[in-house]
């Protein structure tokens, strides 16, 4: 959980670098948070028929700025500039290649900064 309230604090941070840890805990929280949120607009009835409820939207809202600065920064972490993330508007194969990218391991050093942590 720490990983993912890391993400939150520095939600406007789109400089240095995010190791792997980082970036897929807070993916893996965000998702699991997502999944809850859907159930619970279900539960209240709070849904709209095509899968996204008013709880899961706000949500979605509160998470966009600081998943694209985490996006930012893990691309940096391997030696990419931050627009890389804008492959994601090509369809089916941006998402893929965006995927593929951040499971990269992260540069020693680059024009970025020194490595985060030796996980990587």
Known sequence: ???YL???RKYTVFTGRAGREEYWYFVLI???ISIAMGFIDGFLGLG???GTGLLAGLYSLFVLLPSIAVSVRRLHDIGRTGWWVLIILIPLLGWIALLVMM???GQPDNEYGLKISNAD
Request: aromatic share 20%.
């Open 1 to 3: 959980m720490d990983w």
């Open 30 to 32: 965000n998702i699991l």
């Open 48 to 50: 709209n028929g095509y």
């Open 6 to 8: 890391q993400v939150i």
């Open 103 to 105: 499971a990269f391991p």
